[in-house]
């Protein structure tokens, strides 16, 4: 199962991490874990101020953390988008996402 947890605070998604494997289908043919992946790297290319950000990557597992106290309205955009995504992936593949909120 992907495991999916983020933190919002003042209206800003300040933490998001992604972790796991969904398991649906064999590797290469896992059209869940190709979905949150996509929407993971691609969210990541569009944020603009990506050194306001420490973010880790390795093993399945993606970590985004907020180092500001403000993100620009584009990265805000960006991110609240990725989460709306993900939620629907989750909404159709229950058994294979999961998403906290901390």
Same mark, same amino acid.
């Given at each position: *199962?992907?495991?999916? /947890?983020?933190?919002?605070? =003042?209206?800003?998604?300040? #933490?998001?991490k ?5 398991? #649906? ?9 190709s &979905? ?9 290319? &569009? ?11 390795? =093993? ?5 953390v907020?180092? /500001?106290?403000?993100?620009?309205? =584009? ?5 609240? /988008? *990725?989460?709306?995504?993900?939620? /629907?992936?989750?909404?159709?593949y229950?058994? #294979? ?6």
């Amino acid at each position: *199962m992907i495991k999916i /947890t983020y933190l919002e605070n =003042n209206d800003q998604i300040v #933490y998001l991490k992604s972790e796991g494997h969904a398991n #649906y289908d064999k590797k290469g043919k896992d059209i869940v874990c190709s &979905a949150v992946s996509a929407i993971i790297v691609g969210g990541l290319n &569009a944020i603009k101020e990506i050194d306001d950000y420490k973010i880790s990557s390795e =093993n399945g597992k993606v970590e985004i953390v907020l180092k /500001t106290d403000k993100q620009n309205n =584009n990265d805000k955009i960006v991110l609240k /988008t *990725m989460l709306i995504q993900l939620k /629907t992936i989750e909404d159709s593949y229950k058994d #294979y996402v999961k998403i906290t909120k901390k």
